[in-house]
């Protein structure tokens, strides 16, 4: 083979020298920049890593680094010809390169079967591990952030505050929570109720412009309770915090700056698990009757949200309804035995807590 194409490293710096090379019975021979020959006998050749399609050859007694890349498939034949031996060597190379990247895929399968299972486990069992006032400040940090991604701002008309503390007293009495919880109304137009970690429930607006009576509406704040009762939302925020430390490994740390925002959209975006949401409403059910109050009207609620609302914020999607649900919640019904959790005039003005806004 005479003139054939290929590429010249000397091994001293790293320009690439395009040559023309000449394979003969003793050896192959090129002039490095057209002007130096070089010359490598056959016995001298050896293979080095080859990307595919192409051979990579170094010689003894040449500089250590000095390569010749061929991709002419011509030449690169008629060399293995002659060295046989550098084409067993050259299996061997790709052999080895097709185990390192079976390898790499079995190491991002890992991490993402590690963030598909093992997160959510170690999650769930680190959730209760965690002191209530660190999650407190975790909700803190990630509570500023859902405002920021809602435009929101909070609804303080004092009528309806009192109202609203007084509901929330009442309920939670009932409860045995783990921590106090703080209930606001933020002016959002989207039909949604949101618990944080650290006890902080955010009714959205138009929710609370959805209901149509006291019970409703306490029905979806009981269910929140529940939310707090089973610190859901801190299990949320570890399997995303960890997650995204997963994913900050396999990428880079693409989440890194953004992190807290990260999870505080995961927060609004995902949903919490069949359980979870089972165990909420069971606990809504509970909460309703020890108050007095059937848990027809929260089913009957979430049935109207469930027909009616398209949005990805909204109240039905991240906490989906269920046909067990409903029924689980019919089941659990018993007809209200006390008085009203509002009376006409508390539930005008909680309707109007939103008059002033801060
Ligand atoms: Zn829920």
New binding site residues.
Partial sequence: VKGANAVYFNGSTALRRPVRADLDAQGIAFLDQGLEPVRWRLEDLRCVDSPAGTLRLAAAGAPDLARLEIGEAQLIEAILQRVPALGRRRRADEGALGRIVFWSLAAVASLVLTAAYLVPLVADRLAPLIPVPLERRLGEAVGQQVRTLFGARTCVEEPGRVVLGRLTERLAAAADLPMPVRVEVLTSGVPNALTLPGGNVYVFRALLDKAHTPDEFAGVLA?ELG?VAGRDALRKLLQTAGTSFLLGLLFGDVTGGGAIIFVAQSLVDSR?SRQA?SA?DAFAARLMLLSGRSTKPLAAFLARLDANSSERFAFINS?PVTVERMRALEAADRPAAGPPLLDDADWRALKAICDRTE
């Fill in positions: 269910h939310h919490y949401e909420a906490h």
